[in-house]
């Protein structure tokens, strides 16, 4: 199981089994956004491989570079479930009013063959 409480600095990230949903949610711009992410890495690596379905949900209101970097680097291992035959998606949720955060959105949505779908919300944190 993986669950990570959210930080000022860094995410909430927790793993739903019911759903089959990994969710990163709140705010990432950690010292070391690499040694933050690693556990999650560690666990997508060790679980996803297995799962015949896999669902990405993403609310994050700010991400520094390192930040972003890593989160393509999470999609790039969920496409790569989804090339293998597991049935992934993404959902990726931002604030309305922040239309870099839908650019940035949009900027991933691009660089994938899976389903990703960019859903509006009110609010910066969902």
């Not at 793993?15 to 690499?34: K, M, V």
């Not at 560690?42 to 570079?65: D, I, K, Q, T």
């Not at 063959?113 to 969902?126: D, K, T």
């Amino acid at each position: 199981m993986l669950n990570i409480p959210a930080t000022t600095s860094t995410p909430a990230v927790s793993w739903d089994e019911g759903s089959a949903t990994l969710s990163i949610s709140g705010e990432s711009y950690p010292e070391n956004s690499f040694a933050f992410f690693d556990p999650v890495f560690a666990w997508l690596s060790s679980e996803l491989p297995a799962l015949g379905r896999f669902r990405l949900r993403v609310s994050v209101s700010y991400m520094n570079s390192s930040s972003t970097k890593c989160v393509l680097d999470i999609i790039d291992l969920v496409s790569e479930a989804a090339e293998r035959g597991c049935d992934a998606a993404i959902v990726w949720l931002y604030d309305r009013d922040n239309e870099r955060a839908r650019d940035l959105a949009e900027e991933f949505r691009e660089d994938v063959e899976i389903p990703f779908e960019l859903c509006p919300v009110e609010g910066s944190n969902r």
